[in-house]
């Protein structure tokens, strides 16, 4: 059965810092991988994706897959107040009826003005 | 819009009593999905329908039933609360099971 795990559990970074979360999973079948954002009061929403090895920038986040070594990773360049929230980590495998989600427990993050 | 909207936001219900959560999103998503949140825990996927095809998860599949009446409409239903019901429940729709998830905001559930 797919396993996501997140580390750190919590992070505090002081505003303008980079802040780096690590996803590792188990079933090398993984297809797809996602990072969502939380906020207070909210449902979590997509952030970005990466489908393939290597680096995917979008503005100040950067994520990076890993296939081989089962790892995927976020990082939040220039960190703002904005940014303080829980972060999950979740990725698709095949499944019956399309792909299923599996998420991680997240991480949260404190971006410390 | 983007907007999955739950209803309630907040459900008081008595151990034993049934419980229904509705859901819907005007996006014209493919699939909807039920998915259980405790605190400190992940996500858990409950179910989801692919058009109107539903798949449960194997070791909830007793504990929660759902309906889909029509492309925007899902609900879930707990006809016997008991005490472990009680959690976040997230409802989300997609274009496909391999796309990404618009959220609702959430149906907080206490069992008591």
């Known amino acids: 059965q797919q396993k996501v795990q997140q580390s750190p559990e919590s992070l505090i970074v002081p505003e303008g810092g980079m802040a780096s979360l690590n996803c590792t999973f188990s079933?090398?079948?993984?297809?797809y991988f996602w990072w969502y954002r939380q906020h207070s009061g909210e449902g979590p929403k997509a952030l970005m994706?990466?489908?393939?090895?290597g680096d995917k920038k979008e503005g100040r986040f950067t994520a990076h897959l890993n296939k081989a070594s089962l790892h995927v990773s976020l990082h939040i360049k220039d960190s703002q107040p904005s940014d303080s929230a829980l972060y999950f980590c979740?990725?698709?495998?095949?499944?019956?009826?399309?792909?299923?989600?599996?998420f991680g427990s997240g991480t949260r993050l404190l971006v410390s003005p | 819009d983007t907007t999955v909207k739950q209803n309630p936001r907040y459900k008081l219900a008595r151990v034993g009593k049934p419980v229904n959560l509705i859901c819907s999103q005007t996006?014209?998503?493919?699939?909807m999905y039920w998915y259980q949140k405790k605190p400190n825990q992940a996500p858990k996927l409950l179910l989801f329908?692919?058009?109107?095809?539903?798949?449960r998860e194997a070791d909830t599949f007793e504990k929660f039933q759902s309906s889909r009446p029509n492309n925007s409409f899902c609900s879930l239903y707990i006809g016997s609360a008991g005490l472990e019901y009680s959690a976040m429940y997230l409802c989300?729709?997609?274009?496909?099971?391999?796309?990404?998830?618009?959220f609702g905001p959430g149906t907080r559930l206490t069992v008591l």
């Open positions: 989300a729709s997609s274009p496909g099971t391999s796309y990404e998830q618009y």
């Open positions: 996006m014209n998503h493919d699939t």
């Open positions: 079933d090398r079948n993984s297809q």
């Open positions: 979740a990725v698709s495998i095949p499944s019956t009826g399309g792909y299923k989600v599996v």
């Open positions: 994706s990466i489908f393939s090895n």
């Open positions: 329908y692919y058009d109107k095809i539903l798949n």
